[in-house]
């Protein structure tokens, strides 16, 4: 599987080697996307959102998925 933003790979992953211990794999179960811009939380991690660097542009032109016929 290949991350690319902006046609620039930024991550990529076999699909074979993303097992949980238990031996399942999370690549070859159904999934759906979530994009969002989460801030802030409780706890240490992630730290307080500051109030002032807000508010912020989240834009996303498009999103396209590819995925091999059985």
Not at 17 to 28: E, F, I, K, R, S
Request: charged residues 25%; glycine residues 8%.
């Amino acid at each position: 599987m290949r991350i690319l933003i902006d046609g620039e790979e930024v991550g990529h992953v076999k699909i074979s080697d993303a097992t949980y211990p238990n031996g399942d794999n999370p690549l070859l179960t159904p999934c759906y996307i979530i994009i969002n811009t989460a801030i802030g939380g409780k706890g240490t991690w992630p730290e307080q959102a500051d109030p002032k660097d807000y508010p912020v542009k989240f834009e996303i032109d498009y999103v396209r998925y590819y995925t091999k016929k059985k």
